[in-house]
């Protein structure tokens, strides 16, 4: 995404701003105009709600329709320019729609159908395109990227454009990425009139699986399931130490469950959590941090994780219930160790709770909003225990949730003795109301999706193994040096590109190219775990200096620098970096191979404790703060947590019997307990 800065006198206002941004809000046209792009968005959510019951579509269509929704809206929806250029304002109206844009709209639309509406006569000239095939494919990729460059910023589009530029050029560079290139026919052929480009695998999870999802979490948020889930949080956390940062953390998880961006997170639980973190005592800095960590984080929670883990499932080709295993254990981990910041920092503060008149009821507020947790049990339950499809999971659940919000403000009317029929209509508008607010929504996921399937669909002209010898001499075949440079390069692209975005692109140049290498030293990665390590980096970016509009979001609300604001949540977000690695090299932190429940719950409750060492170390905090000394015996503590078979290993420990190596870590923990217990100072805050 591309660096936002706005000047803004209110700072929910800009945080909103920044939101709707990301939620395809652009235009807000006035007149006969303003009906246009919510009935069009309406008519996606339809289309794709009727997929997985009713009507029965090739997998190519499917695509194709998705993506001319998409194209259309993003022309209708986002002006050429933000601001006037050169005093000329026809190409940057926010209140009505050009002409103009209305017809790239349709020429936008038209060309993502063309492969549909000429499907049998493209497949019976399949490798021999003919001038109408290419110059709609062409028309095809440059309206893609323009779209992607309205919507997303422009980081995507260069991206893009660069290795369209490359598949050309390749005979003219360097021998170390020189390659062949390719043809105008063989490119069109590949990009626009196959599924190995433009409308591969990215774009049908995105068509198939991921609308409905996102349609789920705008009809939660419509409903006001995200306001019950952070007074809920409040409620159960807001009295203890820190408690307004131990609520967000929770209320940012539960809210991760149906939204896959972290903005949106933060607009709805941080402007409760972060005044009241301000009030009880957070500096501002750290405040809008602590938000920011927890809702980039939210992308994590299984069982739902945000459009990249579904796209996940299909490159590895695992059911999705075997994604939402692998990474459970480093999730909750990640998610148990903030809860550990939140303490220490209010320790090291000295901060106490909310006052008991200022905190929530818990059961009266559980009880308002239980209509809330049953469709979330119902895809939960669909998932988990039915082992549904996650479309047909979603469908179901939607289904479920429309009911409760077609009856919901009828029931209250009747309670509160007021006009049903009113409160029926005002229903009526609230599905459609999110039916408009899901289809805009996808729209962003949509174009990142299908621009970032031209990258796959470069590499697959035969730059996959180029880019993996690249990849090996820039890393000198040293693992672990690949895996800090596919780190370092996740962090700054995604700088520029939604996580999604930023995973298919990593995954397509760095996953293939961790398990080769990893395999030529004898050592070997699962795809799952090479996978899940260019997805988690995909998310840390959300917060990684200077752009992170997480980081801008959160300031906005808290009036605190934006610049500090995102360094102070990426070394909150330290804790979550280290996993990556650490289940790359203990690949039973994602439950690879392991099938025993015992087993599995012994690995989570040391890789907890091995996670709060390291944030120990990082923060300088543990009950007091720490001697200097004491900081890499932490760090040595979180090593053996989580690489006990390596520590095992070194001493000549059989491997069966590599768990004992968590008796050692657990008694140094223990030592600095006591050491830190015993060192109070009179002025020192101290946790226990």
């Excluded at 920044?18 to 046209?29: H, Q, T």
């Excluded at 039973?588 to 599995?600: A, F, K, R």
Aim: charged share 10%; aromatic share 12%; glycine share 8%.
């Amino acid at each position: 995404m591309s660096t936002i800065v706005v000047e803004s006198d209110n700072g929910v206002d800009l945080a909103h701003q920044l939101a709707n941004e990301e939620a395809g809000i652009g235009r807000k046209p006035t007149s006969w105009q303003k009906y246009i792009i919510p009935t069009i968005a309406v008519a996606w959510s339809l289309f794709q709600l009727s997929l997985p019951k009713w009507i029965m579509l090739d997998t190519i269509y499917i695509r194709a329709i998705h993506l001319s929704f998409a194209l259309v809206l993003v022309y209708l929806n986002y002006p050429l320019f933000k601001k006037p250029i050169f005093g000329i304002t026809y190409f940057s109206r926010h209140k009505t729609i050009p002409l103009f844009d209305m017809l790239m709209a349709g020429l936008a639309c038209y060309c993502a159908l063309y492969l549909v509406l000429n499907l049998d006569a493209i497949n019976s000239r399949y490798g021999s395109p003919i001038l109408a095939d290419i110059i709609f494919g062409v028309l095809l990729t440059v309206l893609l990227l323009e779209g992607a460059r309205r919507t997303i910023g422009p980081a995507l589009s260069i991206i893009a454009g660069a290795f369209i530029a490359y598949c050309f050029l390749g005979p003219y560079m360097p021998d170390l990425i020189a390659f062949k290139g390719t043809s105008i026919n063989r490119f069109v052929g590949q990009m626009t009139m196959s599924t190995e480009g433009i409308y591969g695998i990215p774009l049908d999870v995105s068509a198939t699986i991921v609308f409905l999802f996102v349609l789920f979490g705008a009809m939660l948020d419509k409903a006001g399931a995200g306001y019950y889930f952070i007074q809920l949080a409040l409620s159960l956390l807001g009295r203890f130490k820190g408690g307004p940062a131990k609520a967000a953390i929770l209320g940012s998880g539960m809210t991760g469950l149906v939204s896959g961006s972290s903005i949106a997170n933060i607009v709805t639980t941080g402007t409760f959590t972060i005044p009241m973190m301000k009030k009880v005592g957070y500096p501002p800095t750290k405040a809008a941090a602590i938000e920011v960590a927890a809702s980039t984080d939210g992308q994590l929670a299984p069982p739902i994780m945000g459009a990249a883990a579904f796209i996940i499932a299909e490159y590895v080709n695992v059911p999705y219930i075997e994604v939402v295993k692998a990474a459970a254990i480093p999730a909750f981990a990640s998610y148990a160790a903030l809860f550990y910041i939140s303490h220490i920092e209010a320790s090291k503060l000295g901060l106490k709770g909310l006052p008991k008149d200022e905190t929530p009821q818990f059961f009266k507020i559980l009880l308002s909003g239980l209509h809330f947790l049953v469709p979330v049990f119902m895809l939960l339950y669909e998932l988990i225990v039915v082992r549904h499809s996650p479309e047909l999971a979603a469908f179901n659940a939607i289904m479920v949730l429309a009911m409760i919000m077609l009856l919901q403000e009828p029931l209250k009317a009747h309670l509160n003795k007021t006009d049903m029929v009113a409160a029926f209509k005002q229903s009526i508008v609230n599905i459609f109301s999110a039916l408009a607010a899901g289809g805009r929504n996808m729209v962003s996921v949509a174009l990142a999706t299908a621009a970032a399937g031209i990258i796959v669909g470069a590499v697959s002209l035969g730059l996959g193994n180029l880019i993996s010898e690249v990849i090996d001499v820039l890393s000198f075949g040293n693992v672990f040096l690949m895996l800090v440079i596919t780190a370092l390069a996740c962090l700054i692209i995604g700088m520029g590109l939604p996580t999604t975005a930023t995973y298919i692109v990593m995954a397509s140049l760095t996953a293939p190219a961790i398990v080769a290498i990893g395999a030529m030293q004898d050592f070997i990665v699962p795809l799952m775990a090479a996978h899940l390590f260019c997805f988690y980096f995909g998310i840390l970016a959300d917060d990684t200096p200077p752009v992170g509009l997480a980081a801008y979001a959160a300031a906005a609300i808290a009036k605190s620098p934006p610049i500090q604001t995102g360094i102070q949540a990426f070394m909150y977000d330290i804790r979550t970096a280290i996993l990556p690695f650490m289940f790359i090299f203990n690949t039973e932190l994602i439950l690879h191979n392991v099938y025993s429940w015992p087993q599995g719950i012994l690995i989570f409750v040391m890789a907890c404790i091995g996670n709060f060492a390291f944030a120990s170390a990082t923060q300088g905090w543990f009950l007091a703060k720490n001697k200097l000394w004491e900081i890499p015996v932490f760090m040595v503590i979180a090593f053996i947590m989580m690489q006990p078979q390596r520590v095992a290993q070194w001493i000549g420990v059989p491997h069966e019997q590599r768990y004992y190596m968590y008796i050692a870590g657990l008694v140094l923990f223990a030592i600095l307990c006591f050491l830190q217990k015993r060192r109070y100072v009179e002025g020192e805050p101290v946790i226990l």
